[in-house]
């Protein structure tokens, strides 16, 4: 496989909420065009491009109504191979989101389904006959309801995981799987370089209720390697809720033939009671370095972790796990420096290299999405909460901490737009482009740093992890390679520690500090060379 995979530094971005071009509120492909500059100038050499397919919108385009084309609010299929081949030219390669464990409703595959029972292609979807008139089973769907959704016109029920406007695709059905198989084809022979791959482990559905991990995933991951992604060398990555890492080495392993590597969001889910995104708890922070670690040891030898703390699921990391009030930038470069010195495929979410905390969303009109609002249903249905207590826990974990507009600029809407924002911008003094583009303390030259020595220095590209101490808030871990090693140490407290031991002299490679003190300062890092 081509060494670019392990050396990828793949950066997100919700295009909605990039930068627009033409005043309509909505980010756009010519604003993605317009910024390739600060994105090369960043360092990254990969984007991940989350869903801008025609789409009614649902779910904010992860409700797919066509797979082979641009919604036109984005642009054109044509301003999409110029956006393709300018990355290119500056070294960037481009991932698009593979979503295909569902459509829209409106996808015209949908539209003939649900005309009868007999159509050619009722079968590209899960139907199934009421139970004693009722639904097949009482699954809850992730935005609310039962996962089984009635059809009045042909008196049966569709399968949907997600929103009823997302109705699950039936990968059973061998023709579904040469649609997605040509689809991909479609877009890699463009000269895509490979895709995220939406709850991809979600495709093979077991008739037990089971609906991750099915027995058949195997195969069909393999079919799609074998006739669409191994043959473009494509990079994938699988959005994998829930895996341990051997199920990870057994969707990633070099010889199995199915995908790259895939995102696991253990240590996402702490400071959340039970994984529950509306109730809070405090971070045990010793934790966070030590699912990381257990991480980089299970696919050491034979696949890629991925190393992530932001998306466009997630709330602001440095409001999730740091310190806002009291140290934001030392708090955001620490965790980036304790995340990004690690092996695997770097992913950086737009607007994580300014160490954004979250926007405040003072009112249910200021949120977009649909998670939410189900969110808000689901917590007053308890009756034990007032409306300010459910607000605070929205803002906790809502996705759309992590959507509002990038702050490029600390004019009009940060600059991301001359209309109105389809979403609120939330624009902190210092917190924008322009302002870290000019000042060499900031947390986006710390990121700038960072991945250069990412690229540059053999420890950082080839070296073996080794965790040395997690205790008390001070972390030390390695990578080696050939006789060099670079010791990554952090201080993921709000005070003071001894400098441990085990960190030698050496020579400091990057840091959050202007100096080198005899301890370790609040939310300090450190890359020695030793
Ligand atoms: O997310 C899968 C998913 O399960 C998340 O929605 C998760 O449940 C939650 O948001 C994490 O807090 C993917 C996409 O990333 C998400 O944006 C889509 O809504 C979802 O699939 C359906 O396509
Ligand atoms: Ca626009």
Known sequence: MERWHEQTILYQIYPKSYCDTNGDGIGDLKGILSKLPYLQELGVNALWLSPCYPSPGDDNGYDIADYRDIGPEYGTLDEFKTLLSEAKARGIRILLDLVV??????????????????????????????????????LKAAFGGSIWEWDEATGQYYLHLFSKKQPDLNWENPKVRQEIVDMINFWLDMGVAGFRCDVINSLAKDEDGN?????????????????????????????????????????????????????????????????????????????????????????????????????????????????????????????????????????????????????????????????????????????????????????????????????????????????????????????????????????LQFYRRMLALRKSEPCMTDGAFALLMNEDGTGVYTRTFEGETVYVVTRFADTEAAMPACVPQGEVILQNYKDRAEVLRPYEVLWIKG
């Not at 569902?102 to 389904?113: G, I, L, P, V």
């Not at 292609?121 to 009722?134: E, L």
């Not at 994580?352 to 249905?381: C, H, S, W």
Request: proline letters at 7%; a negative charge.
């Open 211 to 443: 609906v991750v991990f099915g027995d058949r995933l195997h195969s069909y991951l393999h079919q799609l390697h074998t006739e669409a992604l191994g043959p473009h060398g494509a990079l994938t990555i699988g959005e994998t809720w829930g895996l341990s890492p051997e199920q990870a080495l057994a969707l990633t392993g070099e010889a199995r033939g199915e995908l790259t590597s895939t995102f696991q969001f253990e240590h996402i889910l702490l400071g959340r009671i039970g994984g529950d995104k509306w109730m809070p708890e405090p971070v045990d922070r010793t934790a966070f370095l030590d699912i990381l670690a257990k991480w980089e040891y299970g696919l050491a030898n034979d696949s890629y972790p991925v190393l992530v703390m932001e998306n466009h699921d997630q709330p602001r990391a440095l409001s999730r796990f740091g310190d806002p009030e009291n140290y934001p930038y030392e708090s955001a470069t620490m965790l980036g420096g304790m995340l990004y010195g690690m092996r695997g495929i770097a992913v950086i979410y737009q607007g994580q290299e300014l160490g954004l905390p979250n926007p405040v969303f003072e009112t249910m009109d200021e949120y977009r999405d649909i998670e939410t609002f189900n969110g808000y249903e689901e917590l007053k249905a308890t009756g034990q909460y007032s409306e300010e207590e459910i607000l605070a826990r929205l803002q906790f974990g809502s996705r759309d901490c992590g959507r509002t507009p990038i702050p490029w600029t600390t004019g009009k809407e940060g600059g991301f737009t001359t209309g109105t924002p389809w979403i609120k911008t939330q624009v902190d003094p210092g917190f924008t482009v322009e302002e870290q583009s000019a000042d060499p303390d900031s947390v």
């Open 101 to 138: 464990n569902h459509t829209s409703d409106e996808h015209r595959w949908f539209q003939e389904a649900r005309k009868s029972r007999d159509n050619p292609y009722r079968d590209y979807y899960i139907w199934r006959d009421p139970v004693d008139g009722h639904a097949p089973s009482d």
